[in-house]
């Protein structure tokens, strides 16, 4: 089909052709040298990456290159559609490569760096942070931390500079870690323990000032 075909179908049909072209709801962009830059199509807040197929943006995003309106519309449906994912360094690096098509994201999640917590977070989150708040239609920001306190958490994003985005901006810490419970069968010498993941999250609406918390706790292998 060429694409004075493609545009003569309605924009509905050519909405879900880029929803067909584009995987998953959510993209991990991962920047290894200036060279070396990948995409990761996967699934939305927290999931596991470590399977989802490392593509270069070419890949991806060819659509962006057919002709002007095409690319808009694909353009548009890529950045507000889909949540960006990634540590900070990685969605700086993103953010500060494609240019104008920024102001079309919608959805961010942020990731923990664990074992670069006090570098990314001290140095990178204020700059992505200040990025953020430069982005017209940014609706959401997710971050993911490993703290059990609202307090703690609250205080942290407060140093990060959370405070620089739009109250319409709906902001929520997601936080999950794990508990084990052991025990003994009746005295015998064998010991058991069974695992939870206790997920919680933090919500400021948008619009809103007040903090909604939802605990959630399920076995590891449920």
């Not at 993209?27 to 593509?55: M, Q």
Request: proline fraction near 5%; glycine fraction near 6%; hydrophobic fraction near 35%.
């Amino acid at each position: 089909m060429s694409s004075e075909s493609f545009l003569q179908l309605p924009r509905e049909i050519r909405d879900r052709v880029y929803d067909f072209v584009f995987p998953g709801e959510a993209v991990l962009p991962v920047t290894i040298s200036r060279k070396r830059r990948f995409l990761k199509p996967g699934p939305p807040c927290w999931k596991d990456f470590s399977n989802a197929e490392e593509k270069t943006p070419d890949e991806i995003l060819a659509l962006f290159y057919v002709n002007h309106q095409i690319s808009a519309e694909a353009k548009a449906c890529f950045y507000g559609r889909h949540t960006i994912t990634g540590q900070p360094s990685d969605l700086l690096c993103f953010i500060q490569g494609i240019g104008l098509c920024r102001d079309l994201i919608r959805n961010i999640e942020i990731h923990e760096a664990c074992v670069f917590r006090e570098f990314t977070y001290r140095r990178l989150m204020p700059q992505l942070l200040g990025k953020l708040s430069t982005l017209p239609h940014l609706r959401s920001v997710m971050v993911r931390m490993s703290e059990t306190d609202f307090q703690s958490a609250q205080s942290r994003i407060t140093e990060f500079g959370f405070g620089q985005l739009d109250q319409q901006v709906e902001i929520t810490i997601h936080s999950f870690y794990m508990r084990h419970i052991f025990f003994d069968d009746g005295g015998a010498l064998k010991h058991h323990s069974t695992s939870y993941v206790t997920i919680i999250t933090w919500t400021r609406a948008e619009g809103s000032l007040e903090w909604k918390e939802v605990r959630r706790e399920k076995p590891l292998d449920g």
